[in-house]
């Protein structure tokens, strides 16, 4: 019976089989333990002698199965190991971070800059009907003054892509009327133009807006003061040059003194020492009156600035086209 166990023990290869083995030889109704308790029944003489062997014989046995399966525990162990495997010694990877597209980051810096003088960021469509991007703001169909802007129309009639973000002033005055009115609008704006390094026929705008009681140009003045020195210093020189848009009147536009070459003049500036940094005007009263707001009483100033030449001169980017072309280099060499 031992040499029986012991071969059929050395068979085993695994867990299960080791515990099927004990319970033939070594269990309650195990062959050995059937032995054991049958030596009762052997005559006195020989009682001890047979009793000796069998209990020999169980701690052999029980020696044999411990072997086997401290082995087999290895062995699966070790199994398990290589179809894991993992080499600590090799090199890790390079994790490669995030980082914020750089006009998202301009933007986020000309609304905290508006933040501090009580403007909130009010979000617009950017696709708009006729209706909102050109009759509300003073220019009915067939107006001259729609040519300052190469629009994107859809194959919906009356439907365009927004060539500017004035038609969210309107959505806000009716929003708001005649509650007094603070706010920004940044997004994105399109233009049937040729691509080039300067332009884009997609690109961000921040619209302002003022509307309330004895709102004055000199606010307007003001505001934009404010705004140029939280963004390039203290101490910047402005210029307003008069302009025309059908929406304001009066209209200008400001430039600040070239931040690169500080008024000397330089390939940025065109050598006039003057970069020009947005447009805005007083709103026309009848725009006011689209609004829901009443020009004998209201008045606002309203403004639209380009943040796209911001950016490019803060990061030193030569080519706009550089912005939305997706290229992952672009952003890695922004700081
Ligand atoms: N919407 C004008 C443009 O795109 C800019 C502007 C906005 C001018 C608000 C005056 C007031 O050129």
């Known amino acids: 019976l031992r040499q029986q166990a012991i071969t059929a023990l050395t068979s ?3 867990t299960e089989e080791t515990r099927a083995w004990h319970s033939e030889y070594l269990g309650r109704k195990g062959r050995l333990t059937g032995i ?12 001890p002698r047979i009793g000796k062997l069998a209990n020999e014989i169980k701690t052999a046995l029980e020696e044999a199965l411990q072997e086997r399966q401290t082995a087999i525990e290895q062995a699966e162990l070790e199994a398990a190991r290589n179809k894991e495997l993992i080499d600590v010694t090799l090199p890790g990877r390079p ?33 708009e009907t006729d209706e909102y991007n050109f009759q509300l703001l003073n220019m009915p169909p067939g107006h001259p003054a729609r040519d300052l802007w190469d629009t994107f129309y859809t194959t919906t009639p009356d439907v365009v892509l927004r060539t500017h973000t004035s038609p969210g002033q309107i959505h806000a005055m009716r929003q708001y009327a005649p509650e007094p009115i603070r706010i920004i609008l940044p997004g994105k704006c399109y233009r049937y133009e040729q691509v080039t390094a300067r332009s884009e026929s997609m690109f961000y705008q921040v619209e302002g807006l003022a509307v309330g009681k004895n709102i004055t140009f000199s606010d307007l003045k003001g505001t934009f003061m404010n705004y140029a020195s939280q963004m390039y210093g203290e101490g910047r020189k402005m210029r307003f ?6 929406f304001t009147e009066p209209s200008v536009e400001v430039d600040i003194d070239c931040v690169i070459c500080g008024g000397k003049g330089c390939n940025i500036c065109k050598y006039t020492g ?11 009263p ?13 008045s606002g100033f309203a403004f639209g600035l380009g943040p796209d030449r911001m950016t490019m001169q803060k990061y030193d980017i030569n080519d706009i086209r550089y912005f939305f072309s997706n290229d992952v280099r672009f952003l890695e060499r922004i700081g």
Do not use: C
Request: net charge negative; proline share 6%; no cysteine.
């Open 274 to 284: 003057w970069l020009e940094i947005l447009g805005a005007g007083m709103v026309n």
């Open 95 to 127: 994790q490669t971070l995030g980082k914020m597209h750089p006009s998202t980051r301009t933007l986020r810096e000309i609304a905290d800059i508006f933040a501090t003088m009580g403007f909130l960021v009010y979000d617009s469509p950017e696709v």
């Open 12 to 14: 085993t290869s695994t």
């Open 36 to 47: 054991l308790r049958s030596v009762g029944a052997v005559s006195p003489e020989e009682r």
């Open 241 to 246: 040059r008069k302009h025309y848009f059908p």
């Open 286 to 298: 009848r725009v006011l009156e689209y609004g829901g707001y009443d020009p004998a009483e209201y």
